[in-house]
């Protein structure tokens, strides 16, 4: 079998495929982060000299840590089924270059030329805090999660994925504002304000923007996985919550630390329900992998005893940690593929039962089943006669170990697709759950 593009095939991509929209993305995000960079070391010169060089650079140190702590916690959320990098790196640049950069101009904009004038210095500032502020970010952060609705929909199999997105542009975000605040803070009152800014901003209330933009991409994964009328408003939805919880931590500044004190409740009550949400979306895909899975047993690419591996973070883990030992990191690539590949499988099921599936869901299908094969094929190239793992009683209880001739699976079952259809057929595969392949032959074990 010839080599398979691993990253194609679990991204659903033509091989070899390189998106030229994603890479103007990211090279214009990343423009427009140095931007409000170049804009703040300006700054730091203008303001303090050597002093503001000296600024400046704790300001970015300073705003890089909470990025190192909030996003391995957020990516937590996603490692049964984790999102492409190019993806989330994406995300993350847009919401530290396009999203602050709309937001700095628009907010200046809207208070000195609006709020200010209108309705006084004091007044003024507080409508641009409370309401101009909440509404031009969230847009701005959401802007792209609508532009991954459009262009990437198929990325989004649940809420936690839409959360996961949005996750990572706020992130960006409140890196490139915690610069801001920082320097600024480091301006006003010197160092001591600096920690202080640090401390509210960077640990007490990390997850503020990720939690008010998680709205936004919950409601953008409704629209994703559901079809109907509801799914229009959805995203209109999620965005209104975020507005209100970006405002509801704005104002609360006026009423002091009882204010905050509420806010924060509020906020980390949002953020139980996340939780609670990603833990959901997990046990409905561990059930789709137990549901799915067990029709593919007759090709002796995977068996119960898999399953039950797939089924769990502790078995996925083991069963990494095996492949490693009996056959270094090649094995263990080989069974993060296989599991991957195993867990888009059950996923596109899943995606077939809402009616939200993408076309050809066979090609799909069969590109899955190839890659458990290859990886199976390049593990037992290293470990002839590997050691049982635990999570099968021996080697020829699970399909990652089972030696057979997979190419009669993807030959079949690509010939039983292109057979014409028989009369009073209705023709449409791509919106129907696809034949399984058929069984493997007597003695191809």
């Not at 500032?125 to 847009?139: C, G, K, R």
């Not at 690419?301 to 399953?307: C, E, G, K, N, S």
């Not at 030992?325 to 099921?349: F, I, P, S, V």
Request: contains cysteine.
């Amino acid at each position: 079998m010839p080599a398979l593009d691993t990253k194609a095939i679990l991204q659903g991509t033509e091989p070899g495929h390189r998106s030229i929209g994603l890479g103007i993305g990211m090279a214009i995000s990343v423009v427009c982060a140095l931007i409000m960079l170049g804009y703040l070391l300006w700054v730091g010169l203008e303001t303090g000299e050597v002093a503001g060089i000296v600024g400046f650079l704790l300001s970015v140190a300073a705003a890089v840590i909470p990025v190192a702590i909030v996003v391995p916690l957020v990516l937590l959320l996603d490692r049964l089924e984790p999102e492409p990098t190019s993806m989330l790196t994406f995300a993350f640049l847009w919401g530290a270059g396009v999203a602050i950069l709309l937001s700095f101009l628009l907010n200046t904009a809207g208070m000195e030329i609006y709020a200010v004038p209108v309705f006084g210095p004091d007044t003024g500032a507080l409508l641009s805090t409370a309401v101009i502020a909440p509404v031009v970010e969230e847009s701005a952060k959401g802007l792209v999660l609508l532009i991954l609705l459009w262009r990437r929909r198929h990325e989004l199999d649940s809420y936690t994925d839409g959360v996961i997105y949005a996750a990572m542009v706020a992130i960006g975000f409140a890196f490139t504002e915690n610069a801001l605040y920082f320097l600024s803070s480091f301006f006003q009152e010197g160092l001591f304000g600096l920690v202080f800014t640090f401390v509210l901003r960077g640990l007490v209330i990390p997850f503020g923007h990720p939690l008010y933009t998680a709205m936004i991409g919950i409601g953008v994964a409704y629209a994703a996985i559901h079809r109907g009328r509801a799914r229009l408003l959805a995203p209109v939805a999620g965005w209104v919550a975020a507005v209100l919880l970006h405002a509801i931590w704005n104002g609360a500044t006026v009423f002091g630390w009882v204010g905050l004190g509420v806010a924060y409740a509020v906020l980390f009550g949002v953020l139980v329900i996340v939780i609670v949400t990603a833990v959901r979306d997990r046990r409905r895909q561990v059930g789709a992998i137990a549901h799915h899975l067990p029709r593919y047993i007759p090709t002796a690419l995977v068996t119960a005893d898999d399953i039950r591996m797939l089924s769990s973070m502790a078995g996925r883990r083991a069963a990494r940690s095996w492949a490693r030992r009996n056959a270094g990191r090649r094995g263990r690539r080989a069974m993060k593929d296989y599991q991957l590949a195993a867990t888009e499988l059950a996923l596109l099921h899943q995606r077939l039962e809402r009616g939200v599936a993408r076309p050809n869901p066979e090609g799909r299908r069969d590109a899955f089943l190839a890659l458990m094969h290859a990886a199976r094929e390049v593990f037992l190239g290293r470990a002839r006669e590997p050691v049982a793992p635990a999570w099968a009683p021996t080697t020829t209880d699970s399909g990652f170990l089972t030696r057979s001739d997979f190419s009669h699976v993807i030959a079949q079952a690509r010939a039983t697709r292109e057979m014409p259809p028989q009369p009073g057929s209705s023709g449409r595969g791509s919106a129907q759950e696809p034949p399984s392949p058929p069984p493997r032959e007597p003695g191809s074990g």
